[in-house]
């Protein structure tokens, strides 16, 4: 999902070549053991993103969000992706002081 020019096209080949199969469209509804995420900044709301890359794969078992390393254009704060996962279900709720 959100695979554009920017994408590592050698980094795809080896997770379809480990997978034994081409990955599958962002528009797929089948339940799906892994879901690739290429990330950013300027790509929207990344907690919709990750709602919507679970819609469906119900029996997903790994998930990877991808984002451009520091520096470089679409850099996503590590904090901002805390944030996203955690609106969209995903980040372990906060602890409470007793």
Known sequence: ???DEDCDD??????EERAGG????AGGEDPAGAVPLWWREADGDLSDALTDAFTGRTACVSFSLLTPHPGRDGYVEPA???ESA???GLGRPPRTRR
Do not use: E
């Not at 081409?22 to 469209?25: E, M, Q, S, V, Y």
């Open 1 to 3: 999902m959100g695979r």
């Open 10 to 15: 050698r980094m795809r080949a080896a997770v």
């Open 22 to 25: 081409a990955l599958a469209g």
């Open 80 to 82: 901002g992706i805390a």
């Open 86 to 88: 955690t609106a969209a």
